[in-house]
């Protein structure tokens, strides 16, 4: 009786979010975008932070898309329970307390779903765009005025408050920015701008130029948005202020996935990280250089002597010891979740059914950006960026197909 004089009582229980679905997923994206500006800043201001503050504000951020990502269907719920449970096992066989292989299982999850809950590809424009006008904006704050910006934002002290970096690795080259917040040889992106890398909300570099590649995709992808040439505006300058090497060869290699390399196979999708990964372990093997510089082959063999340099133990994610293998995604992706982890979360992302063909066109992107960053860099597990990219892919796959 009472259900049927109330209307809302019959229902489902998810449906009181929808109303508020827009503007939440707006909220993280934006707070998972800034937070580490955000804490930098309280750091610098007197506020001391640390590790676990970092690892507090990125539960929140999850559990908060968690909350507003996933509904009454089974499916989403299955997959997150899986994979949390094989992390788990990974952290027991280690006898480690790190449980932030589960963090890199969870980001995906919780925030494709968020995109697929989201209310239409306009929505998911905008919150792109405004992610793009942000980094962009404190980027030429950051390089305009840099003696102001260096009072508010020493990225040295907070990444030492955090944990992530020594007393000992800082350096009057870099002063107060990011080690590799200063190019030492010449700059390769506009060369009369100067050394200084552009780290914008980021805090280094690297994650700033992947963010121009993901911004690029997304303009790229989305041919009837609003804003689009502002949006490859947005991606050009944050490139360029980060002299984002990397980044900038990314984007043409995303340019031909979406033109034409979404036409391959699913199974070559599949495959491709795992050639990848045997090529680095026969270029680790067989070479016979030790020493490496700072550029596109001496970071190749960097990457290689780092994969090879794992025992089987490595390879099987369960090895108790913690390595630094920031400068190779794939030996760091190994170390967390384990060949077998990863065979089975590719194989979700590559060969899960796409809704559209334009869903696929941006997957296909995401995974030439994935395979290619792991070479040289975990920062694909980050939430810096890649809260923004499974989003994106989430949107796109639950989006109709465009006219």
């Known amino acids: 009786m009472t259900a049927g004089l109330n209307p809302a009582a019959t229902l489902p229980a998810a449906d009181w979010r929808a109303p508020y679905q827009g503007r939440v997923a707006f909220a993280v994206l934006i707070g998972a975008l800034v937070f580490n500006a955000a804490l930098c800043f309280l750091n610098t201001a007197g506020f001391p932070v640390s590790g676990g503050t970092v690892m507090g504000a990125e539960v929140a951020i999850i559990a ?9 269907r089974p499916g989403p719920w299955l997959i997150l329970a899986g994979l949390v449970t094989y992390g788990l096992l990974l952290v027991v066989l280690r006898g480690s307390t790190d449980v932030k292989g589960i963090r890199d299982f969870l980001i995906p999850v919780v925030f494709y779903n968020l995109g697929r809950r989201s209310p239409d590809l306009r929505s998911a424009d905008r919150a792109v765009l405004a992610s793009g006008v942000i980094v962009v904006v404190m980027g030429l704050f950051e390089y305009g005025l840099f003696d102001v910006y260096q009072q508010y934002f020493n990225i040295v002290r907070y990444y030492v408050a955090r ?15 990011f080690t590799s917040g200063i190019r030492p040889d010449s700059r390769t992106i506009l060369p009369f701008l100067g050394p200084h890398r552009v780290s914008s909300v980021f805090l280094e570099p690297v994650s700033a130029g992947n963010f121009g590649a993901v911004l690029f995709s997304w303009a790229l992808y989305r041919r009837t948005m609003r804003g689009r040439a502002w949006l490859f505006l947005c991606a050009a300058i944050t490139i360029i202020l980060a002299d984002a090497r990397f980044g900038a060869y990314v984007c043409v290699a995303i340019a031909g996935a ?15 990280p795992f050639t990848i990964l045997l090529a680095l372990a026969v270029y680790g093997f067989e070479s016979m250089q030790v020493t490496w510089q700072n550029d596109m082959a001496g970071r190749l063999l960097w990457a290689a002597l780092l994969v090879t340099s794992l025992p089987p133990a490595g390879v099987w994610g369960i090895l108790p010891d913690k390595l630094f293998l920031a400068d190779s995604g794939y030996a760091y992706a190994l170390t967390q979740i384990g060949v077998a982890g990863a065979l089975v979360a590719w194989g979700l992302f590559t060969l899960m059914p796409a809704r559209n063909p334009d869903g696929w066109r ?10 290619l960053l792991l070479v040289i860099s975990d920062s694909p597990f980050s939430i810096k960026t890649a809260a923004l990219v499974w989003f994106m892919l989430g949107a796109a796959d639950g989006a109709e197909r465009e006219a």
């Open 163 to 177: 944990g992530s970096m020594s007393p000992s690795e800082i350096n009057e080259l870099t002063g107060s920015l």
């Open 64 to 72: 908060l898309t968690l909350g507003f990502a996933l509904d009454e």
């Open 362 to 371: 941006l997957r296909c992107a995401m995974a030439i950006y994935l395979c």
């Open 258 to 272: 979406m033109l034409v390399g979404y036409r391959l196979p699913r199974l070559l999708w599949f495959a491709l």
